[in-house]
């Protein structure tokens, strides 16, 4: 790992390409890993393997996913020849959860516990060890919690004492139309669930198709106030009130 000065960062990765942000993420930091859940995110492993051959990958398995999104993180697996980290909850936590609240409390009391035991706890553990992270979030996913971020930013959310943790966005300024670009013309695996009319794809009951012409995340945690559908995994962007 090179020293890294992340203002100086910001300011030379504003606006600039995937690749460029992935070269100086990947340059800068050897203890470093791709989150790996959607269609984004794998043209960013396509991407990234091209600049270094050795780079880690992890996924979360909430155990509440659609049976296609566990295919599709097999078929990533054999398509790159790579070993994917998969974090589960921990068993404890969980069981209790389910056993106070049931398997769908989220529908009356929010969504946040339920992502912060299937999805948070597992991710934080995962973080502890790593000094950067490479995510595949999109200004145009949503306005409300993304349109402020940048492309390379001090993850506050999972730094620990005496350890700062970067996060690297380098889909950022992408739009939809363009990571699909990317798919078709690179042949890049994807969830199968996008031919049936699901665009951001989620656990199983907080996912569902979308209409036309209504925005992508209108299918995630639809019961809930549009500003907020974050899971945890990115909530320093929900602004407080």
């Known amino acids: 790992m090179t020293e890294f000065d992340l203002s100086t960062a ?6 600039k390409n995937p690749r460029t942000i992935l ?5 800068h930091f050897d203890n470093i890993a791709i989150s790996f859940s959607g269609a984004e995110d794998v043209v960013l492993i396509d991407m990234a393997l091209q600049i270094r051959k050795d780079i ?12 296609e999104t566990y295919r599709f993180m097999e ?12 974090l589960s909850p921990d068993r404890e936590q969980l069981d209790a959860f389910v056993k106070e609240k049931g398997l769908f409390s989220f529908y009356e009391d929010n969504h946040q516990q339920c992502c912060g035991i299937r999805k948070v706890e597992p991710l934080k553990r995962k973080l502890a060890t790593l000094d950067a992270w490479i995510t595949g979030q999109r200004k145009d996913q949503s306005l409300d919690t993304r349109g402020d971020i940048p492309e390379v930013q001090l993850d506050a959310g999972f730094s620990g004492p005496g350890k700062q943790l970067i996060k690297f966005n380098p889909l950022l300024n992408w739009s939809s139309a363009q990571v699909w670009d990317y798919i078709e013309a690179y042949q890049v695996p994807f969830n199968e669930l996008h031919k049936h009319g699901y665009i951001s794809i989620g656990c199983e009951p907080c996912t569902r198709p979308v209409l036309p012409n209504q925005h992508e995340r209108a299918g995630r945690w639809w019961w809930e106030d549009a500003a907020k559908k974050e899971c945890g995994l990115h909530g320093g962007n929900v602004k407080s009130a």
């Open 10 to 15: 910001q300011t030379e990765l504003q606006g």
């Open 23 to 27: 070269k100086a993420a990947l340059a």
């Open 75 to 86: 078929k990533v697996r054999k398509h790159y020849g790579i070993a994917i980290d998969i």
């Open 56 to 67: 880690q990958v992890f996924s979360l398995d909430t155990g509440r996913l659609h049976p």
